[in-house]
T-cell receptor, first 112, second 112 residues
């Protein structure tokens, strides 16, 4: 059974650019959630996808968008990057909320 | 809106001590509570998942308890070791959306 895989592991972008982060969910999981974690903070919920549809969204602007594919893998896209977008981005997959979440190792995004 | 608080924010102890980490939440209508470990700059590793109908879960030297009525969970670490040094995060899933809300974590250092 494979876990959650995220790519890339590290990324440096310039303010104003666009970025795409990728996540492969754990085998058998159909729900993917994305979190942003700033240094010293707990993870903040961005959005969740269930069977290719957005199933919930946190307090993030529309320039944060996502996709889920038929194989349940997912992408997080961020447009018009700002310095404050620098953070660890975490992807988590699950079957339903009652089974708990499995997290990937994260993508460290630095915006300069 | 669910709010999760973890106390203490940081803890430094000598090896061998038994530890208690605390997590409190404001909305007792939860589905489950999950404890995670996070090493610096890394993703989250699930330690224990407690369903709303359960009172505690155990794994090795770790024991987590849940008291929904008081909105509290504790993570007990027996005979702490330097390898236990990490940040411990509590996540509560509630509200019908199956989306976990995280605390800010407890940063633990166990010194030899």
């Amino acid at each position: 059974e494979t876990g959650v895989t995220q790519s890339p592991t590290h990324l440096i972008k310039t303010r104003g650019q666009q970025v795409t982060l990728r996540c492969s969910s754990q085998s058998g999981h159909n729900t993917v959630s994305w979190y942003q974690q700033a240094l010293g903070q707990g993870p903040q919920f961005i959005f969740q996808y269930y069977r290719e549809e957005e199933n919930g969204r946190g307090n993030f602007p529309p320039r944060f968008s996502g996709l889920q594919f038929p194989n349940y893998s997912s992408e997080l896209n961020v447009n018009a990057l700002e310095l404050d977008d620098s953070a660890l981005y975490l992807c988590a997959s699950s079957t339903t909320g009652s089974t708990g979440y499995t997290f990937g190792s994260g993508t460290r995004l630095t915006v300069v | 809106k669910q709010e999760v608080t973890q106390i203490p924010a940081a803890l430094s102890v000598p090896e061998g001590e038994n530890l208690v980490l605390n997590c409190s939440f404001t909305d007792s209508a939860i589905y489950n509570l999950q404890w995670f470990r996070q090493d610096p700059g890394k993703g989250l590793t699930s330690l224990l998942l407690i369903q709303s109908s359960q009172r505690e879960q155990t794994s090795g030297r770790l024991n987590a308890s849940l008291d929904k009525s008081s909105g509290r969970s504790t993570l007990y670490i027996a005979a702490s070791q330097p390898g236990d040094s990490a940040t411990y995060l509590c996540a509560v899933t509630s509200g019908g959306s199956y989306i976990p809300t995280f605390g800010r974590g407890t940063s633990l250092i166990v010194h030899p």
